[in-house]
């Protein structure tokens, strides 16, 4: 069996799950129950008196809470409930791949995290930056959520961010910029943030440069306690999203329950044809029994090998 038919395999599993604690189904939120195509159409308003311009790597930002618990998104300081155990549940592999990154030293960093989706309005940003507070919640952890989706950079703008904010694209164009200094650190000791940069008419040139290449291994090699999770592109609209895909370790791949066909991930799947480490989220879950949406997910790897 292939690649791509192993990870269908994987994707028929996650679509039609048994009853198991990894691909449980969370209750729908109180009412009224927020819906993530909706949330992946929505902004936030930059809130610009919660960003420091400190010099170096002294930039600063408080994460705008109100505007994300309205977007659904995860509650670091609320009591626990099923979203932030599945994401919990989610992380778990992901982060015991990248402990045993040592078996396989050859291989890309298992600490650069691609999340991507066939096409927009998955969930792939709102499970990026999700996935990206949880494994900050870790106490020997930091993460790095980087906007790598550089034509609609909307993890930025949930962040609080405008989209003139230098990020990826400002590195990408000069080698000699110091990532450190374009990196913003949250009010979340162990949460960072890249934004994408200003927009470019060269972005599919600019990621599959030597640069990037060169970017993506410094990250990942000089901080080895850091995890990169790349909010990237869909892989069926852009032809950047296979270029970071080729440097990521491993690649959590959303897939929207209510819209995505086997056809699209087919698709999609062919594109990281030879990539080893493809995990699936089930995001946008109808509960039959209310008819109404909840998060439901199932993580777990396809391996090629």
Request: hydrophobic letters at 35%; aromatic letters at 6%.
């Given at each position: 069996?292939?690649?791509?038919?192993?990870?269908?395999?994987?994707?028929?599993?996650?679509?039609?799950?048994?009853?198991?604690?990894?691909?449980?189904?969370?209750?729908?939120?109180?009412?009224?129950?927020?819906?993530?195509?909706?949330?992946?159409?929505?902004?936030?308003?930059?809130?610009?008196?919660?960003?420091?311009?400190?010099?170096?790597?002294?930039?600063?930002?408080?994460?705008?809470?109100?505007?994300?618990?309205?977007?659904?998104?995860?509650?670091?300081?609320?009591?626990?409930?099923?979203?932030?155990?599945?994401?919990?549940?989610?992380?778990?592999?992901?982060?015991?791949?990248?402990?045993?990154?040592?078996?396989?030293?050859?291989?890309?960093?298992?600490?650069?995290?691609?999340?991507?989706?066939?096409?927009?309005?998955?969930?792939k940003t709102f499970s990026a930056i999700n996935l990206a507070l949880s494994i900050a919640l870790?106490?020997?952890?930091?993460?790095?959520?980087?906007?790598?989706?550089?034509?609609?950079?909307?993890?930025?703008?949930?962040?609080?961010?405008?989209?003139?904010?230098?990020?990826?694209?400002?590195?990408?164009?000069?080698?000699?910029?110091?990532?450190?200094?374009?990196?913003?650190?949250?009010?979340?000791?162990?949460?960072?943030?890249?934004?994408?940069?200003?927009?470019?008419?060269?972005?599919?040139?600019?990621?599959?440069?030597?640069?990037?290449?060169?970017?993506?291994?410094?990250?990942?090699?000089?901080?080895?306690?850091?995890?990169?999770?790349?909010?990237?592109?869909?892989?069926?609209?852009?032809?950047?999203?296979?270029?970071?895909?080729?440097?990521?370790?491993?690649?959590?791949?959303?897939?929207?329950?209510?819209?995505?066909?086997?056809?699209?991930?087919?698709?999609?799947?062919?594109?990281?044809?030879?990539?080893?480490?493809?995990?699936?989220?089930?995001?946008?879950?109808?509960?039959?029994?209310?008819?109404?949406?909840?998060?439901?997910?199932?993580?777990?790897?396809?391996?090629?090998?």
């Amino acid at each position: 069996m292939g690649a791509i038919e192993k990870a269908i395999a994987r994707f028929n599993t996650v679509a039609n799950p048994e009853p198991t604690p990894l691909q449980s189904q969370v209750q729908a939120p109180p009412p009224p129950p927020p819906v993530v195509a909706s949330v992946a159409s929505k902004s936030v308003t930059p809130i610009g008196s919660s960003l420091n311009q400190g010099t170096g790597s002294n930039k600063t930002f408080r994460l705008p809470y109100k505007a994300m618990e309205l977007e659904g998104l995860l509650s670091l300081n609320g009591p626990r409930n099923q979203m932030s155990e599945e994401y919990r549940a989610i992380k778990r592999p992901i982060l015991a791949a990248i402990d045993a990154q040592d078996e396989n030293p050859t291989e890309a960093s298992r600490n650069v995290i691609m999340v991507t989706s066939c096409v927009s309005g998955e969930g792939k940003t709102f499970s990026a930056i999700n996935l990206a507070l949880s494994i900050a919640l870790e106490k020997d952890r930091e993460v790095l959520l980087v906007d790598s989706d550089i034509t609609n950079p909307s993890a930025g703008r949930r962040l609080g961010f405008d989209s003139d904010q230098p990020g990826l694209t400002e590195l990408l164009s000069n080698k000699e910029r110091d990532p450190e200094g374009l990196i913003w650190q949250s009010d979340i000791p162990n949460f960072r943030y890249l934004p994408a940069g200003i927009a470019h008419n060269h972005v599919t040139e600019l990621l599959s440069s030597r640069n990037m290449s060169d970017l993506v291994e410094g990250l990942s090699r000089n901080h080895p306690e850091r995890v990169i999770v790349f909010d990237s592109a869909p892989l069926l609209l852009t032809s950047e999203a296979s270029i970071v895909a080729d440097l990521a370790g491993q690649i959590v791949f959303v897939v929207s329950a209510e819209t995505t066909t086997r056809g699209m991930v087919s698709d999609a799947l062919r594109i990281v044809n030879d990539h080893s480490r493809i995990g699936f989220v089930l995001n946008k879950t109808r509960k039959s029994q209310n008819k109404l949406y909840g998060y439901g997910y199932g993580y777990g790897y396809a391996n090629a090998s």
